[in-house]
């Protein structure tokens, strides 16, 4: 099974998991680390870097930071100075969901990865827009 670890400034990335786990059960091989004020960043790598390590069961870890240019992410970077494994900034929850639903049936980690990130865009929707066609498309049907 591919691991999954994501890194987060404070408990976004443990929400995801928490939302996750409401729709689909308790995803196993996922981590989850916030990153908080007044943390050790050599702590907080230390233990990103022993999940990576944890997680990986021979099919590689995915992993996913909130945005790029921040701790988590850089942090990300460091590991993979010591490990190789790809990441993706700009996690969102249809990502990781897809992230769990998937990840036994990918091929490969980097297949795993472009699955969630496709997820992921295909989330980003104008839902009042959706919304106003839904309604013109009513008053159509009502006028017939």
Partial sequence: ???IVIATHAGLGQGLIDAVSLIAGTPPNMKAFGLYHGDSPDQYEADIMA???ELDEG???LGFVDFLGGTPANTMMKCMAKKEFPCVAGVNMPMVLNAYMERDMAG???ELMESCIEAG???FVKV???YQEMMADDDEEDEI
Avoid: P, R
């Fill in 1 to 3: 099974m591919i691991g």
């Fill in 51 to 53: 999940a990576l390590e």
């Fill in 121 to 123: 865009k295909q989330s």
């Fill in 128 to 130: 009042h827009e959706m």
């Fill in 108 to 110: 490969s980690v980097d």
């Fill in 59 to 61: 099919q590689g870890v």
